[in-house]
């Protein structure tokens, strides 16, 4: 399966964004899909996850209470809503898909697509 993120941009802190991650080359409902980001000189982070079917998600600390992620079978596409930014928030962000019903280690999964740059300005 190939992703494409978008919707990165540059924001003021407190402001929001969406990024959407669409899919195509197979069949997108039999995916895990999750969000991850990585800032400069650090690791590459897990923020989010959804079940192959949207009915279980799942956030690392870092995700959990601002971000939101939710997947739209029918549109091969899966989003993250992103809310009250911080500077802290600037990274680029990543979706990728898992061939596992959730996955939420950098490990499981099996496609990435390229990454949007975030910033958030304060």
């Known amino acids: 399966v190939q992703l494409q993120a978008s919707g990165g941009g540059s924001v003021q802190a407190g402001g929001s964004l969406r990024l959407d991650c669409s899919a195509s080359?197979?069949?997108?409902?039999?995916?895990?899909m999750g969000w991850f980001r990585q800032a400069p000189g650090k690791e590459r982070e897990f923020l989010a996850a959804?079940?192959?079917?949207?009915?279980?998600?799942y956030y690392s600390d870092s995700g959990k209470g601002r971000f939101t992620i939710s997947r739209d079978n029918a549109k091969d596409t899966a989003y993250l809503q992103m809310n009250s930014l911080k500077p802290e928030d600037t990274a680029v962000y990543y979706c990728a898909a898992a061939r596992m019903f959730v996955a939420t280690e950098k490990g499981e999964y099996d496609y990435w697509g390229r990454g949007t740059l975030v910033t958030v300005s304060s």
């Open positions: 959804i079940h192959w079917n949207g009915y279980s998600t």
């Open positions: 080359g197979d069949t997108f409902s039999g995916y895990a």
